[in-house]
Protein backbone atom coordinates (compact mmCIF):
# COMPACT_ATOMS: atom_id res chain seq x y z
CA UNK A 1 0.00 0.00 0.00
CA UNK A 2 1.32 3.38 -1.15
CA UNK A 3 0.59 6.51 0.91
CA UNK A 4 1.97 9.87 -0.44
CA UNK A 5 2.01 12.62 2.59
CA UNK A 6 1.99 16.67 1.08
CA UNK A 7 3.38 19.07 3.13
CA UNK A 8 4.68 23.15 2.40
CA UNK A 9 1.36 24.64 1.94
CA UNK A 10 0.57 28.44 3.12
CA UNK A 11 -0.64 31.12 3.83
CA UNK A 12 1.56 33.60 1.12
CA UNK A 13 0.93 37.39 -0.59
CA UNK A 14 0.73 37.14 -4.39
CA UNK A 15 3.75 37.44 -6.03
CA UNK A 16 5.24 35.11 -3.37
CA UNK A 17 7.05 31.47 -3.62
CA UNK A 18 5.90 28.32 -1.83
CA UNK A 19 7.77 24.92 -2.29
CA UNK A 20 5.33 21.62 -2.10
CA UNK A 21 6.55 18.27 -1.07
CA UNK A 22 4.98 14.87 -1.09
CA UNK A 23 6.67 12.15 0.13
CA UNK A 24 5.70 8.66 -0.78
CA UNK A 25 5.70 5.72 1.58
CA UNK A 26 5.48 2.12 0.64
CA UNK A 27 6.03 0.61 -2.39
CA UNK A 28 8.90 2.06 -4.73
CA UNK A 29 7.44 4.73 -7.13
CA UNK A 30 9.86 4.57 -9.87
CA UNK A 31 7.82 3.63 -12.58
CA UNK A 32 4.86 5.77 -11.36
CA UNK A 33 4.11 9.54 -12.96
CA UNK A 34 3.74 11.19 -10.16
CA UNK A 35 1.74 14.86 -10.34
CA UNK A 36 0.02 17.59 -8.54
CA UNK A 37 -3.34 18.67 -9.07
CA UNK A 38 -5.69 21.27 -7.11
CA UNK A 39 -9.33 22.22 -5.92
CA UNK A 40 -10.24 25.39 -5.91
CA UNK A 41 -13.75 25.87 -3.97
CA UNK A 42 -16.81 24.86 -6.24
CA UNK A 43 -14.37 23.69 -8.73
CA UNK A 44 -13.53 20.87 -10.33
CA UNK A 45 -9.92 19.46 -9.77
CA UNK A 46 -7.53 20.24 -12.23
CA UNK A 47 -3.95 19.14 -13.67
CA UNK A 48 -1.56 21.42 -12.75
CA UNK A 49 2.17 19.41 -13.31
CA UNK A 50 3.22 15.90 -13.81
CA UNK A 51 6.37 14.22 -14.13
CA UNK A 52 7.09 10.32 -15.56
CA UNK A 53 9.68 8.30 -14.30
CA UNK A 54 12.21 9.35 -17.32
CA UNK A 55 11.89 13.59 -16.16
CA UNK A 56 9.39 14.34 -19.12
CA UNK A 57 7.26 17.19 -17.53
CA UNK A 58 4.19 18.91 -18.37
CA UNK A 59 2.17 21.86 -17.18
CA UNK A 60 -1.37 23.63 -16.99
CA UNK A 61 -1.33 26.51 -19.15
CA UNK A 62 -2.03 28.81 -16.28
CA UNK A 63 1.17 27.88 -14.53
CA UNK A 64 4.11 27.36 -17.22
CA UNK A 65 6.59 29.45 -16.50
CA UNK A 66 6.30 29.91 -12.64
CA UNK A 67 5.73 26.69 -11.30
CA UNK A 68 8.71 23.67 -11.54
CA UNK A 69 8.21 20.16 -11.03
CA UNK A 70 10.87 17.96 -9.69
CA UNK A 71 11.31 14.61 -8.37
CA UNK A 72 14.08 12.52 -6.20
CA UNK A 73 13.88 8.95 -6.82
CA UNK A 74 15.83 7.91 -4.09
CA UNK A 75 13.82 10.24 -1.65
CA UNK A 76 10.29 8.40 -3.11
CA UNK A 77 9.53 12.53 -3.28
CA UNK A 78 7.77 15.13 -5.32
CA UNK A 79 8.25 18.48 -5.37
CA UNK A 80 6.34 21.57 -6.77
CA UNK A 81 7.61 24.84 -6.50
CA UNK A 82 5.52 27.67 -6.64
CA UNK A 83 6.61 31.44 -8.13
CA UNK A 84 5.04 34.28 -8.71
CA UNK A 85 1.64 33.21 -7.25
CA UNK A 86 -1.43 34.54 -7.79
CA UNK A 87 -4.52 34.84 -6.17
CA UNK A 88 -6.21 32.64 -8.44
CA UNK A 89 -3.71 29.70 -7.43
CA UNK A 90 -5.46 29.45 -4.35
CA UNK A 91 -6.94 25.72 -3.88
CA UNK A 92 -6.11 22.79 -1.87
CA UNK A 93 -3.18 20.81 -3.60
CA UNK A 94 -3.33 16.99 -3.98
CA UNK A 95 0.02 14.85 -4.85
CA UNK A 96 -0.91 11.94 -7.32
CA UNK A 97 1.08 8.78 -8.34
CA UNK A 98 -0.45 7.00 -11.54
CA UNK A 99 1.64 3.32 -12.03
CA UNK A 100 1.79 3.78 -16.61
CA UNK A 101 -0.75 2.12 -18.61
CA UNK A 102 -2.55 0.95 -15.43
CA UNK A 103 -5.50 2.12 -13.65
CA UNK A 104 -3.21 1.87 -10.37
CA UNK A 105 -3.30 5.73 -8.63
CA UNK A 106 -2.96 7.34 -5.08
CA UNK A 107 -3.89 10.16 -3.86
CA UNK A 108 -2.67 12.15 -1.05
CA UNK A 109 -4.82 14.13 1.12
CA UNK A 110 -3.86 17.38 0.16
CA UNK A 111 -2.47 20.85 1.42
CA UNK A 112 -4.14 24.01 1.26
CA UNK A 113 -2.23 27.08 -0.50
CA UNK A 114 -4.03 30.40 0.09
CA UNK A 115 -2.62 33.76 -1.82
CA UNK A 116 -3.78 36.65 -0.56
CA UNK A 117 -2.67 40.05 0.63
Known amino acids: QVQLVESGGGLVQPGGSLKLSCAASGSILLIYTLGWYRQAPGKQRELVATITSGGSTNYADSVKGRFTISRDNAKNTVILQMNSLKPEDTAVYYC???????????WGQGTQVTVSS
Open 96 to 106: HANRPSTIITY
